[in-house]
């Protein structure tokens, strides 16, 4: 899966947890700063990432990704 397709996805899975529209969602978002994710939320996305892309991450490291691009990134390494 390419880096395209993986940015695609990781959009539309945080618009759906924190409610926000795909034109609020760049690369460089801040999920607590910019898009405005509580402690709950965090889980969240990481429980969404997980079932989007059908994989298991390990939680803390999941929790230390803080933008959409080391979203990307850190599923890049994980989604074969």
Do not use: W, Y
Not at 31 to 60: N, Y
């Amino acid at each position: 899966m390419d880096k395209d397709e993986i940015q695609r996805r990781v959009t539309k899975v945080v618009c759906r947890i924190l409610n926000v529209t795909e034109d609020m969602v760049e690369p460089q978002s801040h999920f607590v700063f910019d898009l405005g994710a509580e402690s709950t939320q965090s889980i969240e996305l990481v429980a969404a990432m997980e079932g989007e892309f059908g994989i298991e991450m390990d939680e803390d490291a999941a929790l230390n990704v803080k933008t959409v691009d080391e979203a990307v990134d850190f599923l890049a390494k994980h989604v074969h």
